[in-house]
């Protein structure tokens, strides 16, 4: 049973360049979770999708998109990159709703975005 | 707004000893989840132990068990019989449950964690 696959391990982009990240959520998952993760800092929460909408959104500009397809992988899109965007993108799934309350996130290896 | 502190940059432990690594939090949630997570050099964020709020027993995994206090607001790990592979950062996070709303996890910024053979 494969867990949550992101892709691809590492990227390089210049500045003003966007870039797409995906991620395959761990079978029978159905909730989406990204975030960003700065070097020695804990994970940010970008935003959740469920049931291919966003259902949840934290403090980042409206360059980070996202997407979710009916088969539950996902999209990241950050358009315009900074300098600052430069960092460990993590993708997390979790079975949604309230009957699985008690399930925790589970998460990918991430994508390691540099900008230069 | 819910914060998560960890207070412990570093740490470090002999090998086969015993170590607590500190977590507090704040919410005006009465319903909640806590979360240990192990992140080592790999990166893969590996869940290591949970704790719902509602449950007044600590929880326990082998040689990772928590100290939940929750009028204090303290979810302490402490990991036994400390080895090798137990070295990697770790991370202290909160969620509310999914009806509640933003159930998303909010972690605190880590305590590095060295095993010394």
């Known amino acids: 049973d494969a867990g949550v696959t992101q892709s691809p391990t590492h990227l390089i982009k210049t500045r003003g360049q966007q870039v797409t990240l995906r991620c395959s959520p761990k079978?029978?998952?159905?909730?989406v979770s990204w975030y960003q993760q700065a070097l020695g800092q804990g994970p940010q929460f970008i935003f959740q999708y469920y049931e291919e909408e966003e259902r949840q959104r934290g403090n980042f500009p409206d360059r980070f998109s996202g997407h979710q397809f009916p088969n539950y992988s996902s999209e990241l899109n950050v358009n315009a990159l900074l300098l600052g965007d430069s960092a460990l993108y993590l993708c997390a799934s979790s079975p949604g709703g309230e009957s699985q309350e008690d399930q925790p996130q589970h998460f990918g290896d991430g994508t390691r975005l540099s900008i230069l | 707004a819910q914060t998560v502190t960890q207070s412990q940059p570093e740490m470090s432990v002999q090998e086969a000893e015993t170590v607590t690594l500190s977590c507090t939090y704040d919410t005006s949630e009465s319903d909640y989840y806590l979360f240990w997570y192990k992140q080592p050099p790999s990166r893969q964020m590996i869940l290591v132990i949970r704790?719902?709020?509602?449950k007044q027993q600590n929880a326990t995994e082998n040689r990772f068990s928590v100290n939940f206090q929750k009028a204090a607001k303290s979810f302490s790990l402490k990991i036994s019989d400390s080895q090798l592979g137990d070295a990697a950062m770790y991370f202290c996070?909160?969620?509310?449950?999914w009806g509640t709303g933003a159930n998303n996890l909010f972690f605190g910024t880590g305590t590095r964690l060295t095993v010394i053979p």
């Open positions: 704790q719902e709020a509602y």
């Open positions: 079978s029978g998952h159905d909730t």
């Open positions: 996070a909160y969620r509310v449950p």
